[in-house]
Nanobody
Framework: VQLQASGGGLVQAGGSLSLSCAAS????????MGWFRQAPGKEREFVAG????????DYADSVKGRFTLSRDSAKTTVYLQMNSLKPEDTAVYYC?????????????????WGQGTLVTVSS
């Protein structure tokens, strides 16, 4: 599967952004989808994940209540709605796909990665 992330940009603290990740290739419904982020000088960290059916989601504590992850099977796209953004949310955001049956917070559990999109939140 090929993943194309988009939607990053510059936003003021308290603002919102919506990231998209379009998937092409093998059956979209065969993949758990996730978002990770990597800030300068830091390791890549889990942000959110969604099950194959879309019925289950998982969020890092740092974004819970502010970010919402969803998927559209018809459009083979996942969406990360980010509200109440904080400067510490600044990072390159990566979408990823996993062939596992369960949600995972581990980067090495994901088989395919998009190219990343930069989100910058100014204070």
């Amino acid at each position: 599967v090929q993943l194309q992330a988009s939607g990053g940009g510059l936003v003021q603290a308290g603002g919102s952004l919506s990231l998209s990740c379009a998937a092409s290739g093998r059956s979209f419904g065969s993949y758990v989808m996730g978002w990770f982020r990597q800030a300068p000088g830091k390791e890549r960290e889990f942000v959110a994940g969604i099950s194959r059916s879309g019925s289950s989601t998982d969020y890092a504590d740092s974004v819970k209540g502010r970010f919402t992850l969803s998927r559209d099977s018809a459009k083979t796209t996942v969406y990360l709605q980010m509200n109440s953004l904080k400067p510490e949310d600044t990072a390159v955001y990566y979408c990823a796909a996993a062939t596992t049956y369960t949600l995972s917070r581990l980067a090495h559990g994901y088989n395919y990665w998009g190219q990343g999109t930069l989100v910058t939140v100014s204070s």
